[in-house]
């Protein structure tokens, strides 16, 4: 048995789209401080503020590009040791060399999950993870 394929309704869609001028993330981290020295320092992102509560760091909030992410101190609510990015990865998209990139991120110290490499939807990528485990890809469209 073969079924047709149907294409999306799309009347309702242009009256109602999404336009988004970025994408916020808020990751949650075992040592705030530890992921912020890493996204600045191995990444190059921009350290936009940090917040304290009773003297100790509990958030941050970083940003490359248009691209911000914000880093939660994890209260071990949930047990220290869980998988934190299970099955979710983050893609950012640039216009910088990504061989350059991963050369900067390994002189750092810290291993590339995948070297760069051209993939087959037209853009050189590498994927790397953070301290706590989230899955990063780095790209560039191979067509600039």
């Known amino acids: ?6 294409a999306p309704d799309t009347s309702a869609a242009a009256v109602d789209a999404l336009d988004t001028r970025s994408v916020l993330i808020s990751l949650t981290a075992k040592d705030v401080l530890q992921s912020v020295a890493w996204y600045r ?12 509560r009773d003297g100790k760091p509990v958030a941050a909030t970083l ?8 880093l939660n101190q994890d209260d071990g609510g949930r047990g220290w040791e869980r998988t934190k ?3 979710f990865s983050i893609t950012f998209d640039t216009a910088q060399d ?28 590498l994927r790397v993870e953070d301290p706590d485990g989230y899955r990063l890809g780095i790209w ?4 600039t």
């Open 41 to 52: 320092d191995v990444l190059g992102f921009t350290v936009d503020n940090m917040r304290e």
């Open 98 to 125: 990504v061989d350059a990139i991963a050369a900067r991120i390994k002189s750092k110290g810290w291993a590339l999950a995948k070297e760069p490499a051209d993939m087959p939807w037209g853009v050189r990528m």
């Open 63 to 70: 940003r490359s590009g248009t691209a911000k992410i914000f």
């Open 140 to 143: 560039r469209p191979l067509s």
């Open 85 to 87: 990015g299970e099955g």
């Open 1 to 6: 048995m073969t079924t047709e394929a149907t």
